[in-house]
């Protein structure tokens, strides 16, 4: 699948409770995700081109460097943990019948 392959990696942010928070949060959240891909490559042997973003992600081109042919694209999608069961005080069942009917 040479050529037709990328790396989709979703982030859970911990500080995110609800939808509304990740909603308001979203530009600084691909912001912060942005600078931790750049600090990584800048300590790797990895450069970084053709940044992108989509109203929900990051997308980046990495390459290996002295490597013209090695190269991917990334993905970062940043989200949160929706802890329905600890948050709702319904069981794992009542949870699973919920989303059956709905």
Known sequence: MKGKSDIDCVIFFNNLETMQEHKDNLEKSKKNLK???????????????????????????????????????????????????????LSKLELKLIFKIV
Do not use: H, M
């Not at 053709?50 to 390459?63: G, L, M, N, Q, Y």
């Open 35 to 89: 600078l931790c891909l750049q600090n990584y490559c800048n300590r790797s042997n990895l450069s970084l081109s053709c940044w992108d973003e989509t109203p929900f992600a990051v997308k980046a081109k990495v390459t290996l460097n002295n490597v013209s042919d090695a190269s991917f694209d990334v993905d970062l999608l940043p989200t949160f943990n929706a802890d329905i069961e600890s948050k709702s005080g």
